[in-house]
């Protein structure tokens, strides 16, 4: 079927969409909305699809379009709910499960027929990671379903005026409803204010006497002081103390008409540094290997169970700072020195990585030279799992992995994968050639025509396709919450193998294979082409990067079948 996707962004869900709907032998194109109607109306009269889905809409569709053709579009609510703020409802009202309908589009906002709806549970995290596991799953479920039954013909959607469905009218979640009382709201409520607004549009604040957005929010069990004291700092995160406890902070955003001049995400402290560069927070270290009973936040943490050893790491938004990769090697290299046969990377949900992070190379005083210097601070770590011989590594793919943080899950052993994860292993739509050794694993993995299709196509790649071209040895067909289980499962089954032993001896054989041509040789040469990107003031890699952080038009042209925008 030739289906045609209108969205507002190729965000997390709308690449989702396109890779699923491309598995299963459907011809897709995507117009992004965000460039006017006309595009839209355009790309519906060039294409002539026989179906219109909307994945991610800010904006309605013309009235011609829903009109003239049959437009799906897809609600992260149950039936019967309508509204902007779906999701933020569900999380501001603790409820225990949500759902995402498919609408047919019409002139009454999300009050079209029901053509299919699935259920999913609102565990206890932040509303983009909801978004991107457990409603992205239950999306693809009923437009799959919604697909197959507008295909067959029979199937007679569900009208809302049906006694079965209740309406209810959600208004727009607005920041007087997200304000936190510091001396009032207790920290269970100051964290479900928090997670409902992690990634979009932040909690609405103030700090050292300016307004600014807070993002994320995680549970300290220790520090305490006076309610809205900034207590500590923690890897680039601030704690801050509420009525009867503290939580933890990662990223500020200052408002645009605050003076700053990067208003945009970026690490708490470095915020708050330049705002008072005299302000002075405790640093509260806690050990890698972290007690099972504490309840506090870090963004590394190393765990053993017998011959398996776990290095988890989660960072905001999947980007992976000078800092948070230096921070992550020196944990790696903690790891290589406990006595497993199996070494497991990965978080327990969300990102796996994103590669070099772009907030803070905007925000830095030489972008250039930022970027070059986290280029090899990433790069020194996807090495040293290369050069990794006296024991298998495992990368575990919870969550969606693009650029430098897809090539860094290349460099292990075997990559493990959840059914629900989308890949981008390129780097074109942020005008960048590449490095983290992509050059070496990406043709070794899938062969030079595939490395060549994948890096100048630029599209997204689901999990199953990923496993298909060999990117992914295991697929772990797992509810986002049961993935971290299941890996342990599987992890020790293979440090059991009776094969390992041979695997790993074979490990040092195969790097002598590399004296055909040094590991040092493939970094040298990507690095001679970054190095070139990086300080060309010409270069699109500067425009397209301010663009992307700032949220701002790129001015580059969208072809239909390889849209740009949000990768994360």
Request: hydrophobic share 40%; with cysteine.
């Amino acid at each position: 079927m030739d289906i045609l996707l209108v969205a507002s962004a190729f965000n997390s869900l709308t690449q989702r969409m396109y890779a699923e709907l491309t598995d299963h032998g459907h011809r897709v194109d995507v117009v992004l909305a965000s460039q006017g109607t006309d595009p839209v109306r355009a790309a519906v009269r060039e294409l002539r699809p026989e179906l219109v889905i909307a994945p991610m809409l800010r904006t309605a569709l013309p009235e011609d379009v829903w009109r003239e053709h049959t437009c799906l579009i897809v609600h992260p609510g149950p039936p019967g709910d309508r509204g902007p703020s779906s999701l933020d409802w569900a999380i501001a009202e603790g409820s225990p499960q949500w759902g995402v309908t498919v609408l047919q589009a019409e002139a009454a906002m999300d009050a079209g027929a029901i053509w299919a709806a699935e259920p999913f549970p609102v565990p206890p995290v932040g509303k983009s990671d909801l978004y991107r596991n457990e409603a992205s799953d239950a999306a693809v479920t009923a437009v799959l379903s919604a697909v197959r039954r507008y295909a067959e013909g029979s199937y007679k959607p569900r009208p809302q005026t049906d006694d079965s469905v209740s309406v209810v009218w959600r208004d727009a979640f607005r920041q007087q409803r997200r304000r936190i009382d510091w001396e009032q709201d207790d920290t269970e409520t100051v964290l479900c204010k928090l997670r409902g607004a992690d990634s979009q549009p932040g909690v609405l604040d103030e700090l050292l006497g300016r307004e600014v957005f807070l993002h994320g929010g995680h549970p300290e069990d220790r520090l305490r002081g006076r309610p809205g004291e900034l207590l500590a700092r923690r890897a680039g995160a601030v704690c801050r103390a509420t009525r009867d406890g503290a939580v933890w902070i990662p990223e500020l955003r200052p408002r645009r008409n605050s003076g700053d001049p990067a208003p945009f995400r970026r690490p708490a402290v470095s915020v708050l540094a330049a705002w008072e560069p005299s302000l002075e927070l405790p640093e509260a270290a806690v050990p890698l290997e972290l007690p099972p009973d504490r309840r506090t936040w870090t963004d590394i943490r190393y765990r053993q169970r017998g011959d398996v050893g776990f290095l988890g790491f989660s960072f905001p938004g999947g980007a992976m700072s000078t800092d948070q990769c230096r921070r992550l090697l020196a944990a790696y290299e903690h790891a290589l020195l406990r006595p497993t046969r199996v070494l497991v990377l990965g978080g327990a949900r969300d990102f796996f990585s994103n590669g070099i992070h772009l907030n803070v190379i905007e925000a830095a005083p030489d972008p250039a030279q930022e970027s070059w210097i986290n280029l090899g601070a990433m790069d020194d770590l996807v090495e040293a799992v290369l050069r990794t011989t006296d024991r298998l590594v495992v990368a575990a793919l919870a969550g969606n992995a693009a650029a430098g943080g897809a090539m860094l899950a290349l460099a292990a052993d075997e990559v493990w994968c959840r059914t629900g994860v989308v890949l981008n292993p390129h780097y074109r739509r942020m005008g960048l050639y590449g490095s983290e050794f992509w050059t070496y694993t990406l043709p070794r993995r899938v062969g030079a025509e595939h490395a060549r299709r994948l890096t100048t196509e630029a599209l997204p790649v689901s999990a199953a396709s990923a496993e298909r071209l060999r990117l992914v040895d295991r697929l772990v067909p797992a509810a986002p919450g049961d993935f971290p289980a299941e890996v342990e499962q599987l992890a020790a089954e293979l440090a059991s193998s009776p094969f390992l032993d041979a695997r790993i001896a074979a490990k040092p054989a195969r790097a002598a294979d590399e004296g055909r041509r040094p590991l040092a040789a493939y970094r040298e040469a990507e690095l001679a082409r970054m190095h070139a990107i990086f300080f060309d003031p010409a270069a699109p890699y500067h425009s397209l990067r301010s663009a992307f952080v700032r949220k701002t038009p790129s001015g580059s042209p969208r072809p239909l079948t390889a849209p740009t925008g949000d990768l994360r």
